[in-house]
């Protein structure tokens, strides 16, 4: 059962529900711990002064904005208290815009926003209305002393919240010099059309869960592999040629072929998903072949 981490109300004008937040997303990145090479003993991070080299206590530990090398403003705790935003247990949508108005690249970090009790009528009646109307909802909320700028977003059942960056933290395009390159260039009609073909060739609907990480299924299958005493054998590196870059007419018309054959291709069963590494048991100093820990993220 998921864990809600933040709950209280939603307004619209003069309308309040009553509403859970819970996280949309779970990070599935493989983590590892630093080892001593010789025993594999854990590695313990100290803080240490750079001048001294003595350990540092935490309690003399301070906050510190670099302005020059070695030349810092220290900023203590109690001056950070008195400017962190006002805690509120409120998410008051302050406008409704077009969904088509806000650049995807603004999108940050996902939540499902759920009704509490006693919600769940106006609820519906929210997700409904912005569903027809085609409006997302702009608010802010205050989560773990920060203050986000976010978008409320009906999609089915549920209403999604993403908070979004700042303007001021997306980087301009007009700072990267190949992009002005690129646009002075106009693409020859032929090569256009081919181009639109191609796309056309490889159109599909979009299904997430064709795409796996393979990289990560890789790394487990290795970790479960090393944890059941397989000797690992590495692969020499084979280096391969530069191709010359081909004739951009030539290639388009080589990829439209290839797209074209694959699609009238018969289709291939799918194969059988290889089964998911089981997590290898701990062992506190792992010998050669030793078992490796499989962690989710917090």
Same mark, same amino acid.
């Given at each position: ?9 939603? +307004? ?10 819970? !996280? #949309?997303?779970?990070?599935?990145? %493989? ?15 100290? /803080? %240490? ?6 350990? %540092? !206590? ?34 008051? $949508? ?9 650049? !995807? ?9 759920? !009704?509490?009790?006693? &919600? #769940? ?12 109307? &085609? ?5 802010? $909320? ?20 993403? +908070? ?14 190949e992009l002005g390159a690129a646009a002075e260039i106009e693409p020859v009609k032929r090569e256009l059309d081919i181009a639109k073909q191609l796309i056309g060739s490889l159109a599909a609907e979009f299904d997430p869960s064709r795409y796996r990480d393979e990289y990560r299924e890789r790394i487990l299958d290795l970790i479960e592999r090393k944890a059941q005493g397989e000797q690992i054998e590495i692969p020499a590196a084979v280096e391969t040629a530069a191709s010359p870059v081909p004739d951009l007419m030539s290639a388009l018309k080589a990829s439209l072929d290839a797209a074209r054959e694959k ?9 059988? /998903? ?9 062992? /506190? ?14």
């Amino acid at each position: 059962m998921a864990r809600a981490l933040w709950s209280g109300t939603l +307004t619209f004008g003069l309308v309040t529900i009553p509403v859970k937040l819970y !996280p #949309a997303v779970q990070r599935r990145t %493989v983590r590892f711990n630093q080892l001593d090479g010789e025993d594999h003993s854990r590695i313990q991070q100290r /803080r %240490v002064n750079a001048r001294t080299g003595e350990e %540092v !206590p935490y309690e003399r530990l301070v906050k510190g904005y670099e302005l020059t090398p070695d030349r810092y403003v220290v900023i203590t705790p109690e001056e950070l208290e008195s400017l962190d935003p006002k805690r509120s247990r409120t998410i008051e $949508i302050e406008d409704f815009v077009d969904v088509a108005e806000i650049d !995807p690249i603004l999108y940050d970090a996902p939540y499902y926003v759920a !009704p509490a009790e006693g &919600g #769940a009528k106006p609820y519906r009646l929210l997700l409904d209305a912005m569903a027809q109307t &085609g409006r997302v909802g702009i608010a802010r $909320i205050v989560l773990r002393t920060k203050e986000h700028v976010v978008a409320l977003r009906p999609t089915g059942p549920v209403l999604e919240m993403s +908070t979004l960056l700042f303007a001021d933290e997306v980087v301009d395009p007009a700072k990267i010099e190949e992009l002005g390159a690129a646009a002075e260039i106009e693409p020859v009609k032929r090569e256009l059309d081919i181009a639109k073909q191609l796309i056309g060739s490889l159109a599909a609907e979009f299904d997430p869960s064709r795409y796996r990480d393979e990289y990560r299924e890789r790394i487990l299958d290795l970790i479960e592999r090393k944890a059941q005493g397989e000797q690992i054998e590495i692969p020499a590196a084979v280096e391969t040629a530069a191709s010359p870059v081909p004739d951009l007419m030539s290639a388009l018309k080589a990829s439209l072929d290839a797209a074209r054959e694959k699609s009238s291709a018969p289709a291939a069963k799918p194969k059988a /998903r290889k089964a998911q590494a089981k997590k290898p048991a701990a062992a /506190r100093k792992p010998a050669a072949g030793a078992a490796a820990k499989r962690r989710a993220p917090s």
